[in-house]
């Protein structure tokens, strides 16, 4: 459910399973948050990223066009991409949300946190990459480790906010000329951290849920 004067991104983290974390309330404050996805399409592809504030306060829209194999690697092409730039414009210690339509993605994405807190680094289960995204998954695994706190929402491809961006880059060419803006959510207000109940049964939910 939208709240009004917040982050629309922020909603669909607070509303949507996190692969093997539990959702407490705290959680439900991140700084940043991301939503990225990856088209392919007969040999033509695309990439889209979307990050905000958690007030809403939007810090890019990404488009590009790119030759991806398959639709899988397109997926970790374009997290990839967004982590970078958003790692550009958020300070280390961030807390950021993301958020993708692909299970296996969003389950690697928090196995490599969990396992970024083992003893021994060693994830929960093996991770499994598809094919021609294992330099991507290292750099996607860098920019995990560089951030304060982050974890991964599935949420569904109709409600994804890149799915557009990466469809039809071409018709978003215009993004790419606007300047990088760099931006800091405002800070929380005391109501935001008062405790909440999160969602129910949020912690049962499987990643396709």
């Known amino acids: ?25 705290r959680t439900h404050h991140r700084d940043f948050y991301l939503a990225t996805d990856g088209s392919y ?3 033509r592809g695309g990439l889209g ?9 939007r810090v890019a829209r990404i488009a590009l ?7 899988n690697v ?9 982590l970078d730039v958003l790692a550009a414009r958020a300070p280390p210690s961030a807390s950021v949300g993301l958020l993708v ?13 969990l396992a970024a807190s083992h003893p021994d680094w060693e994830p929960p289960r093996e991770i499994s990459v598809p094919g021609g995204s294992r ?4 750099g996607i695994r860098a920019r995990i480790a560089g951030f304060g706190e ?15 961006l990466a469809n039809a880059p071409e018709e978003y060419a215009h993004l790419r000329t606007r300047s990088p803006r760099c931006v800091l959510p405002d800070p929380p207000s005391d109501s935001s951290q008062s405790t909440q109940v999160p969602p129910p049964s949020r912690h049962e939910r499987h990643a396709g849920d």
């Open 1 to 25: 459910m939208a709240v009004p004067g917040r982050s629309t991104l922020r909603d669909l983290f607070d509303d949507s399973p996190t692969p093997h974390f539990a959702h407490p309330p």
């Open 41 to 43: 399409r007969r040999s």
């Open 49 to 57: 990223a979307v990050i905000e504030t958690r007030d809403g306060t």
């Open 65 to 71: 066009p790119d030759e991806v194999p398959d639709n």
């Open 74 to 82: 397109a997926e970790y092409r374009a997290l990839h991409l967004g």
């Open 101 to 113: 339509d692909h299970d296996a993605l969003a389950t690697n994405v928090n196995y490599a946190v």
């Open 135 to 138: 330099h991507h998954w290292r």
């Open 150 to 164: 982050l974890r991964a929402a599935r949420i569904a491809s109709r409600d994804n906010p890149a799915h557009a």
